[in-house]
């Protein structure tokens, strides 16, 4: 019987690694990373994204949200302004119209202002978002995108189409080299329309989900009229658009909420 020495024993280990790894990396080239034409395709739908709407800067709109939290529902009015990109403000209403919650965040700043208690705060929150109202953490700017007919593209550093199994659309799937997917964004048949977005953490599970439905066409802008923002657990935010004002005239001060007791 020969016998080997460990150093040959080694090499030849470290050998069989690296052919079990070339393996891996050839099966992955033509299975599991996107081709050039999906890579080609992508780029090109993410390009016609960030262009949807660019002249809609600013907004104001009115509605009916319903949130749904520990089996709890709660319906209201609500009304909303906002700047692009940072800057957007919230109000929820009672049932006789008096003022229950203000939210605004403006750039880095976030005020919050319970009217039925005064409970009042102001801080620097640079990844501002609106987890205190919504209890999803949906950022700030991710709002203002779906407010304006837009979506929010995560940073990535590969995109790829993959048709859908559940219909027969398609899906544009971005992703991070370390921590895989970031975003999937749900196409129809003919890729042209949004309906559907998951917004994913560093761990990879899923922050939320935003449905985009019932297309409207306001000033030239085509808009959702329907908003649904959800998570895995069951927690929801609904958002129903009855009316709608493109480019509306807003200042900086309106995102800013004082204390109770001094006046705006």
Not at 115 to 144: G, Q, W
Not at 191 to 208: D, H, M, Q, S
Not at 230 to 249: H, Q, V
Request: negative net charge.
């Amino acid at each position: 019987m020969i016998r080997l020495k460990k150093p040959v024993v080694c090499l030849l280990g470290l050998f069989c690694l690296m052919i079990q790894s070339c393996s891996s990396i050839h099966k992955n080239s033509i299975f599991g990373l996107p081709d050039l034409a999906s890579q080609d395709e992508s780029l090109s739908i993410i390009a016609s994204i960030r262009e949807k709407n660019n002249s809609l800067r600013t907004f104001k709109g009115i509605g009916k949200i319903e949130l749904n939290k520990d089996k709890d529902t709660f319906i209201t009015r609500t009304a909303w302004m906002g700047s692009y990109p940072d800057r957007f403000r919230i109000e929820i209403f009672g049932i006789a119209g008096q003022p229950l919650i203000s939210l605004s965040a403006d750039q880095d700043q976030l005020f919050f202002l319970s009217h039925t208690d005064s409970n009042y705060f102001h801080r620097d929150d640079p990844a501002s978002t609106l987890e205190e109202l919504l209890s999803l953490p949906v950022k700030v700017e991710d709002a203002i995108e779906f407010l304006t007919g837009r979506i929010p593209i995560r940073e990535h550093a590969t995109s790829r189409i993959e048709k859908s199994d559940s219909d027969d659309g398609f899906i544009l799937i971005l992703e991070k080299n370390w921590t895989g997917v970031t975003e999937k964004i749900y196409l129809d048949e003919k890729k042209t329309k949004i309906y559907k977005v998951e917004i994913f953490g560093i761990t990879g599970a899923l922050n939320y989900r935003a449905e985009l439905l019932d297309e409207i066409l306001i000033d030239g802008f085509r808009l959702p009229s329907h908003l649904v923002l959800s998570n895995e657990n069951g927690e929801s935010f609904k958002l129903r658009i009855d009316r709608y004002f493109a480019n509306a005239p807003v200042t900086q001060s309106m995102f800013i909420i004082p204390p109770p007791g001094v006046t705006e």
